[in-house]
């Protein structure tokens, strides 16, 4: 687990603190967790089995987990949270991925 500073127009201005979790190598799996519960990934025997074959980047979204705290979700989140993805992806220098996720 670490860190990686990207930039989330949830929180415009500086570049937040997203905490992301990887595992493996080969080619990147980003991990999306669903929109609900503190926990964002209750998915160890899955984890377990996709780093076998690849680079998984599992980012706590800003409201999740180890990144920054959200007052409030504002309309177009989804928009939002996908393009604040893209700044990991960024931070992490991975230009291209496959996305695995659930829910939201």
């Known amino acids: 687990m ?17 905490l992301v979790r990887e595992a493996g190598s080969g080619p990147p799996l980003v991990l999306l967790h669903s929109g609900w519960g503190w926990e964002a990934y209750p998915f160890d025997r899955q984890i377990e089995e996709l780093s076998r074959e690849f680079r998984l980047v599992a980012p ?38 496959a996305l695995w996720g659930h829910s939201d």
């Open 2 to 18: 670490g860190f990686v500073e990207a930039g989330s127009p949830l929180l415009p201005g500086a570049p937040c603190r997203i």
């Open 60 to 97: 706590d979204r800003t409201g999740y987990g180890g990144s920054p705290r959200l007052s409030s979700v504002p309309d177009g989140y989804h928009r939002m949270f996908a393009r604040e993805c893209l700044g990991v992806m960024d931070a992490l220098s991975i230009e291209r991925a």
